[in-house]
């Protein structure tokens, strides 16, 4: 995967890059869909808007998973373009919208870091939507201190996203307290290396926790049936009608339809949008939307933020997408903010309670300085 | 999972390949979700979104920040100023 979808030739330590499913102005934005092919945004995201406004620039618009829905059929075998400009170095900075967590993975892995604010903390407006009850715009970057410093100027309420918290800004500053690290050696023990190393490392720097993630078993089941839902509703949209790709072969609107969607849609799309449709189908509502909304709520009650502070976590536990998509889910249907990053060869990953991005920050400050 | 009636709930028509590739990925998935039966969710209300928030609405009132050239700049096909579209009626 390359860099850049639209490279705008602009470097320098102001320079960041942009997904390719956040608008500017004037320029082209595709979500990397045939669908979307000459779409060119006619306003600005609030991000991007934001980012200009306090004197950075767009290096261009990064290469990305159509939509930004990974494949569960091959895998993600490339690096991200996101991912990659920032890790070679090409810009200090790309926002992203990362629900599987992807990006998560793949910045610990390629050696940068990820922040993934509280849901409702960056507006949404002006990105092309996936799934919008998790949809979030996140930093890449190579020092968390320095992400939180972009985020800082990217997020606060924003009127025109219905549903974000009512501060204007928000300031990430490293706290006093003394972190409590939530271990939960179910989970963990998925990973042998991160097991052995890095829950003993962490224990040596923080106050540990036994925990447990109740359902963890059914996370990727229950994020995988509520955005294959929303990314249904949401790409249906998309019919050749008012903007975008349109086929050249049809005979009335419905063949328009089938045949723009068929032509336009690459085979990932397609798997999630068949999926929420069956989701969401008269017959299979109860048994898994449904289900899934209350497992969602199970979730999110069952975590315990004053026993501990955050959360550790692997980034992987094998190379199942499908299988990983549990240990970003966390995240996702909650609603927390995490960071992703690596030390001493390890991929670490830490989640925190809603907008307590100040705890992920002071507890990374300590593993970089002590572990 | 039996895919043509999703298919063409979706507007979408596979080819033989994708046919194949998706069914077989498909089955799959539809397999792990048997696991959420075991969960007891009597009495637990759905969660649709995690903000503890009232939505948020903005004043009745039109705004015309995009001008409709711009917005039909983006239209496959227009003609005299509006969307082109096959007849929806025969």
């Known amino acids: ?371 | 999972m039996d895919i043509d009636i999703y298919e063409s709930m979706t507007k979408m028509s596979l080819s033989e390949p994708e046919r194949s590739e998706i069914s077989a990925q498909a089955d799959r998935l539809v397999n792990s979700f048997a696991a959420l039966e075991s969960i007891n969710t009597n009495d637990v209300d759905v969660l649709f979104t995690v903000l503890d928030i009232k939505n948020v609405f903005r004043d009745d009132a039109a705004i015309k920040e995009i001008p409709k050239e711009t917005l039909l700049s983006n239209a496959p096909e227009q003609y005299d100023g509006y969307f082109q579209a096959p007849k929806t009626l025969e």
């Open chain 1, 1 to 371: 995967m390359s860099y850049f979808i639209e490279d705008y030739g602009v470097r320098g330590h102001n320079a960041v890059a942009l997904e390719d499913s956040i608008m500017q102005k004037g320029k082209q934005v595709t979500a990397n869909s045939k669908i979307l092919e000459g779409f060119v945004s006619p306003f600005n995201a609030a991000v991007a808007e934001r980012l200009i406004n306090a004197q950075f620039t767009v290096a261009g618009k990064t290469s990305m998973n159509e939509f930004g829905i990974p494949s569960l059929l091959n895998g993600q075998t490339e690096v991200l373009g996101a991912v990659k400009v920032v890790s070679d170095g090409v810009v200090d900075y790309a926002l992203c919208n990362d629900i599987f967590g992807q990006y998560r993975k793949q910045a610990a892995e390629n050696s940068c870091c990820y922040i993934h604010p509280t849901y409702g903390t960056v507006s949404r407006f002006g990105i092309i939507p996936l799934a919008s009850s998790m949809d979030r715009i996140g930093v890449v970057c190579k020092n968390i201190s320095d992400g939180f410093n972009v985020l800082s100027k990217i997020a606060g309420n924003d009127f025109r996203d219905g549903a974000m918290y009512p501060e204007k800004t928000y300031k990430y500053e490293i706290s006093d307290k003394r972190i409590r690290i939530g271990i939960p050696k179910a989970v963990t023990q998925k990973d042998e290396l991160f097991d052995e190393n890095v829950t003993k490392t962490l224990g040596e720097c923080f106050q540990t926790v036994d925990m447990e993630l109740e359902n963890f078993d059914v996370y990727k089941q229950v994020v995988y049936i509520l955005s294959c839902a929303e990314i249904s509703n949401n790409i249906s949209r998309y019919d050749g009608v008012k903007f975008g790709y349109r086929t050249p072969a049809y005979r009335g609107v419905n063949e328009l339809y089938i045949n723009t969607r068929s032509e336009g849609f690459g085979t990932d799309v397609k798997l999630t949008a068949l999926m929420g449709a069956m989701v969401l189908s008269q017959e299979n509502y109860v048994p898994y939307y449904e289900k899934a909304m209350k497992v969602r709520r199970l979730i999110k009650n069952s975590l315990r933020f004053d026993n501990y502070d955050v959360i550790a976590l692997p980034c992987s536990i094998g190379n199942d997408p499908y299988e990983n998509l549990s240990l970003y889910a966390l995240s996702a249907l909650a609603g927390l903010p995490s960071v992703t990053f690596k030390h001493n060869g390890h991929n670490i990953q830490l989640v925190g309670n809603v907008k307590r991005e100040d705890l992920l920050l002071t507890a990374w400050e300590v593993c970089r300085h002590e572990l």
